[in-house]
């Protein structure tokens, strides 16, 4: 996997296997929200599902997507062995249970040109997010190991022409990690497309011949 741009914020870890300017990453959530004012965009906090919720486990988002988290847990803060939620009553938390480098996924079915969340208790060694388009990788947002009780924010917003589909949650220890407050805004297509320049003259180059067309059957009939 190569990476050709690389920045250290807040000590969280941004990498882009494309161009730096497809991409910006945003350490701050009031920031991260501002940079999508204008656009529409869905803040999930689970406060709607139960801790016996099922996985996989769908939600909604701006523009009528729906997401999609492969695996996981539900958590209230309530029992033993629970995190605490970052907000509210609810979270979603993954727990490696002994697995060796466990991944997750956030599949979106409509492309998201903005991601953001909280993340807590990043112990263990951290975890990485890594954003696809397809099968193709996009860029990364890392969050490093800062200890117990830690509390992080990452977000990013790219240019509609790297906008993902797909969040692979990575993590290097087999210690909880909590998420909240994930925000999506997905890409915006217009659903019908405006003609380019050369669509245009082209457009006007053949009414100006049906035009002409017109005059002279005119002359031919008088």
């Not at 959530?29 to 529409?40: D, I, N, P, Q, Y």
């Not at 803040?43 to 523009?63: D, I, M, N, V």
């Not at 209230?76 to 996924?105: C, E, L, M």
């Not at 969340?117 to 969050?143: K, N, T």
Request: charged content about 15%; glycine content about 12%; proline content about 5%.
């Amino acid at each position: 996997m190569k990476l050709s741009a690389v920045a250290l914020t807040a000590g969280i870890l941004f990498a882009s296997a494309g161009a730096a300017s497809a991409q910006t990453f945003y350490t701050d959530e009031a920031t991260f929200l501002a940079a999508l004012s204008g656009s529409s965009y869905t803040t999930e906090g689970f406060e709607g599902f139960e801790t016996s919720a099922s996985f996989p486990l769908s939600f909604s988002y701006a523009g009528g997507g729906a997401a999609s988290l492969s695996a996981g847990q539900i958590i209230d803060g309530t029992q033993p062995s629970d995190k605490d939620p970052i907000f509210g009553d609810r979270a979603y938390a993954v727990y490696p249970n002994g697995q060796s480098n466990p991944t997750y996924t956030l599949s979106f079915d409509h492309a998201v040109r903005g991601f953001g969340l909280w993340a807590e208790d990043m112990d263990g060694g951290g975890a990485s997010l890594l954003f696809y388009r397809g099968s193709i990788f996009e860029f990364a947002l890392s969050f490093p190991d800062r200890g117990n009780g830690s509390k992080l924010y990452g977000g990013v917003v790219t240019d509609v022409n790297h906008a993902f589909d797909r969040v692979q949650f990575s993590q290097a220890g087999t210690e909880w990690i909590t998420y909240d407050q994930m925000t999506v805004a997905p890409a915006r297509i217009p659903s019908s497309a405006t003609p380019e320049p050369v669509t245009m003259a082209l457009l006007g180059t053949g009414l100006v011949g049906l035009a002409g067309v017109s005059r002279r059957r005119k002359v031919r009939r008088s």
